[in-house]
């Protein structure tokens, strides 16, 4: 079979390639040789009835710009339609301003998919610091997420931001703490982010990939490739980090044995306490919180659910007991939170609202002033309490506001 294909330049020639001719194609690095039959002629472009007859009809031409056009048109009304639906940001005077960067909130009630970005709001909560979302999906310098702004210094890395934090602003979770209670908070923390947040990245990114994959907050009209082409560039960034770390030369029966250790030990740290140092919140209660609510919540039906919900029962409630009291406008299914049938209904599960500068003082007061008239909290099935005789199922909304203003004196 014998073709002609040409190639012009601004020079005065076009290139014919003919039979018997071969050149490397150069995609993605290939040194391939591709293979061609013909043979090279150049044709002076004095004779523009010659080229057009060597470059093909004008059928060909008109095609091409069609496609052309057609792909351009559908890459602007993409664009155009990312940019109507992002919502207008809150202007936000940057001095003395928190700006925390962070993924988008997932097509879930959850906050984030990243145990990182939750752990860093959640902590920000917690220490009842204003502070500024910002979902535009840049990385920081040291191509991390999240990261923090504040007075035009930039932190990245949880650990850092929470140091910096404190520094600057004098808050602290841990000032209650002995010295070997902090050594043991940071042991706790290090085993659940060094280790138990790949057995739980494995399970949403690798096991549960489709699962996860309906989670991502991707609109538009190629969203569904979008969030296709996203969730397996994540899962395939996930097994190879993990292999680096060691963790993912195991099987899976072997991840999730790993996984199961990890919650069974963090369980029977907790026991009966209302937190993981005590009967007041720590550092630690931010980043375990974090790495246990995908299990609490992401994961429909997953071996870390079942674990959670069933024997290690104290890891939910506890797990419970943080979302009501910093998250009020997490909304979940009363099913994944109640563990008989003794509920009248459920509350639909909706997508959390961005609150745009937030302060967890003034969400508590609109929240248990809303709450307090509309609905009683369901008797627990078998209570256990905490030294202060409260039960472990009491969101503590209205029990330890002021442990939350002494952080700051």
């Known amino acids: 079979?014998?073709?002609?294909?040409?190639?012009?330049?601004?020079?005065?020639?076009?290139?014919?390639?003919?039979?018997?001719?071969?050149?490397?194609?150069?995609?993605?690095?290939?040194?391939?040789?591709?293979?061609?039959?013909?043979?090279?002629?150049?044709?002076?472009?004095?004779?523009?009835?010659?080229?057009?007859?060597?470059?093909?009809?004008?059928?060909?031409?008109?095609?091409?710009?069609?496609?052309?056009?057609?792909?351009?048109?559908?890459?602007?009304?993409?664009?155009?339609?990312?940019?109507?639906?992002?919502?207008?940001?809150?202007e936000l005077d940057s001095k003395d301003a928190i700006i925390l960067h962070q993924f988008s909130r997932p097509k879930t009630g959850a906050p984030s998919l990243s145990p990182f970005c939750l752990k860093m709001e959640t902590y920000l909560r917690m220490v009842d610091l204003p502070y500024q979302n910002y979902f535009d999906g840049k990385l920081s310098s040291q191509g991390k997420m999240p990261w923090i702004e504040y007075n035009q210094e930039q932190v990245c890395g949880t650990e850092f931001i929470i140091d910096f934090l404190e520094e600057r602003l004098g808050v602290s979770l841990n000032k209650s703490l002995t010295l070997q209670e902090k050594a043991m908070s940071r042991a706790i923390t290090k085993m659940v982010e060094e280790h138990f947040y790949w057995t739980i990245a494995y399970c949403q990114w690798v096991d549960n990939l489709e699962e996860t994959r309906k989670m991502l907050s991707v609109s538009g009209p190629l969203s569904d490739l979008l969030k296709w082409i996203l969730s397996h560039l994540t899962g395939g960034i996930i097994k190879r980090e993990m292999y680096g770390h060691g963790i993912g030369r195991f099987s899976k029966e072997e991840v999730y044995a790993l996984m199961e250790k990890d919650m069974r030990t963090l369980a029977t740290l907790l026991g009966d306490k209302k937190y993981l140092m005590g009967s007041k919140l720590s550092t630690v209660d931010a980043a375990v919180f974090s790495h246990l609510a995908p299990a609490m919540w992401m994961l429909p039906g997953s071996r870390p659910e079942q674990l959670i919900k069933g024997e290690l029962i104290n890891l939910a409630m506890y797990c419970e007991r943080i979302r009501r009291r910093f998250w009020p406008e997490w909304f979940v299914d009363l099913e994944d939170v109640c563990y008989n049938d003794t509920t009248d209904g459920s509350i639909s599960p909706s997508k959390l609202p961005d609150l745009g500068l937030y302060s967890r003082t003034d969400t508590f007061q609109d929240t248990h002033t809303h709450t307090s008239h509309n609905q009683t909290p369901p008797d627990p099935p078998s209570p256990g309490s905490d030294p202060t005789g409260h039960s472990l199922y009491d969101s503590d909304m209205d029990t330890e506001c002021s442990e939350i203003d002494q952080l700051k004196c």
């Not at 050149?23 to 391939?32: K, P």
């Not at 007859?53 to 155009?80: F, H, I, P």
């Open 1 to 90: 079979m014998y073709w002609r294909v040409g190639f012009a330049w601004t020079a005065s020639c076009v290139v014919d390639l003919g039979q018997n001719q071969s050149f490397s194609s150069g995609l993605l690095g290939s040194d391939e040789q591709l293979s061609f039959y013909g043979y090279i002629i150049a044709h002076p472009l004095q004779d523009y009835g010659g080229i057009m007859s060597a470059l093909g009809s004008d059928s060909w031409w008109r095609k091409t710009l069609y496609l052309t056009g057609g792909a351009l048109l559908a890459a602007a009304a993409y664009l155009l339609h990312e940019l109507l639906a992002i919502r207008k940001e809150e």
